[in-house]
């Protein structure tokens, strides 16, 4: 509950309180302070054990904890119901990035190759037709092949 009060603040509390309530009540104060906050801890004790009991033995395991959505999702990614550790662990990041930077490399040495002419193609290979002519990419394309302008489209 407290977990986030450092001890400058603890001793600005309780200075505050002596100067606040005076040395001889603070005593009586810190009493019913207490007392206050285990009323409230049993209450809500009870209404927890009530709701347990009124799920029924199905959900006697049932924690309330489990309603944080943070808990929910960390309890569910820990257990292997899912296979993820397995996912994971087949998983293997070096190996996929050694297979695409060979795979990267060798397209890069493959269309840096120059040609008989002394130019480089830096074309794209069409490999699913091998005999089209390829498109020579310093002429301007053709501006009337672009589709028409729909306005009730923009």
């Known amino acids: 509950m407290f977990n986030d009060i450092g001890p400058l603040e603890l001793v600005t509390l309780a200075v505050l309180a002596v100067l606040i309530f005076g040395p001889d009540k603070l005593p009586k104060v810190i009493q019913d302070m207490t007392r206050t906050i285990r009323k409230i801890r049993e209450f809500s004790e009870s209404a927890k054990q009530d709701i347990r009991t009124e799920l029924g033995p199905e959900f006697k395991d049932f924690e309330f904890e489990d309603l944080n959505p943070k808990t929910f999702i960390r309890k569910q990614l820990d257990s292997d119901e899912l ?72």
């Open 83 to 154: 296979g993820l550790k397995e996912i994971r662990n087949g998983f293997d990041l070096k190996k996929e990035m050694a297979e695409v930077t060979d795979a990267v490399h060798s397209t890069a040495e493959a269309a840096a190759t120059p040609l008989p002419s002394g130019k480089v193609d830096m074309s794209k290979p069409d490999t699913a037709t091998p005999d089209a002519p390829k498109t020579d990419l310093t002429k301007k394309p053709d501006t009337d092949n672009r589709p028409p302008f729909d306005y009730d489209a923009t």
